[in-house]
């Protein structure tokens, strides 16, 4: 049995990954950049993103840096607005609190973490939450899991941690820490081959995280 759960955030917890894609597609869109979602998947696994594809095409950093804002915006409008839920989340994380200390290590910047869960009850499953701000290197370098090791005075192998993405991943791997990967349909196209466990949802981590 684990005693510490460390959870990505984004197409874990909450269904943000398609909107912020979504958000900075209709960022470059203005300017006439097309943002392919599938080369934006390969650039993610590598710790990159948006921007990439903007500077492939030359687009200055001035208006990448401009372009930015706006697709924070977009981003925070579809966080208000539209269904970010994933059914059964609040259950799962409620069982499992009685169980084992949670944290949250989540690249999502601190401002767009706050809009989430301004009235969403999962914050309060957690001893922590370690946003972008957090921590100087990001997913996938190990740094953001190393930093929650140390929060919990944590030995590795008594972590378990939940990701989605090739990116997060590859950053546990590097930590040490097993890896258990929970199906996106945002990111199910990505590498995974080396997850210590595979799940279709959350409701199956309790009997890996508890047995």
């Known amino acids: 049995m684990k005693k510490y759960i460390l959870f990505d955030h984004d197409g874990v ?7 912020y894609f979504r958000a900075g597609a209709r960022a470059l869109a203005a300017i006439g ?7 934006y998947l390969r650039d993610m696994s590598l710790g990159l993103g948006t921007w990439e594809q903007a500077r492939a095409a030359g687009v200055d950093e001035r208006v990448i840096d401009r372009l930015r804002e706006v697709r924070d915006a977009y981003y925070q409008e579809y966080l208000r607005t539209e269904a970010i839920e994933i059914e059964g989340v609040v259950e799962v994380l409620a069982e499992l609190s009685k169980h084992v200390r949670m ?3 989540t690249t999502a910047k601190r401002a767009d973490f706050e809009v989430i869960h301004e009235h969403r009850q999962l914050r309060g499953f957690m001893d922590f939450v370690l946003v972008r701000e957090d921590y100087e290197h990001s997913k996938p370098h190990p740094e953001p899991y190393l930093t ?3 929060r919990f005075g944590a030995a590795k192998e008594e972590a378990l941690v939940v990701e989605d993405s090739s990116r997060g991943l590859s950053s546990a791997v590097a930590a040490g820490i097993d890896c258990v990967v929970v199906h996106n349909d945002f990111t199910g196209t990505q590498d995974f081959s080396q997850a210590t466990y595979r799940i279709d949802t959350l409701g199956e981590l309790k009997r890996i995280a508890l047995g």
């Open 13 to 19: 917890l909450v269904d943000t990954e398609p909107w």
């Open 33 to 39: 950049v097309t943002l392919d979602q599938e080369r």
């Open 103 to 105: 944290a949250v290590v």
């Open 148 to 150: 929650a090791l140390r």
